[in-house]
Nanobody
Framework: QVQLVESGGGLAQPGGSLRLSCSSS????????MGWFRRAPGKERELVAL???????TYADSVKGRFTISRDGLKKTVHLQMNNLKPEDTAVYFC?????????WGQGALVTVSA
């Protein structure tokens, strides 16, 4: 059973920064891809950023130029650096890891952007 544990959520002011981390119980290079999704209040879960096993990254248009996904293989961790945060970034952020058709999720980390 893969375990994914998020950390780093919290409260930030508009224009501020936060860094989310996702620690995996497994070698992260076992996964076809890892990344982050989010669910804002009253909305469906949506893709934020992905990184595949080859290192290719994908971002939602709404976060391009503001968020950066990265990984540390030795620490089995994937990070999401979030800069220039906006109130509309407020959501629960979920770590995601996929092996073929099997998807694993973390428990979620709340990010609130408010003045």
């Amino acid at each position: 059973q893969v375990q994914l544990v998020e950390s780093g959520g919290g409260l930030a002011q508009p224009g501020g920064s936060l860094r989310l981390s996702c620690s995996s119980s497994e070698n992260i290079f076992f996964f076809n891809e890892m990344g982050w999704f989010r669910r804002a209040p009253g909305k469906e879960r949506e893709l934020v950023a992905l990184i595949n096993v080859g290192g290719k990254t994908t971002y939602a248009d709404s976060v391009k130029g503001r968020f950066t996904i990265s990984r540390d293989g030795l620490k089995k961790t994937v990070h999401l650096q979030m800069n220039n945060l906006k109130p509309e970034d407020t959501a629960v952020y979920f770590c995601h890891a996929r092996i073929a058709s099997r998807t694993n999720w973390g428990q979620g980390a709340l990010v609130t952007v408010s003045a």
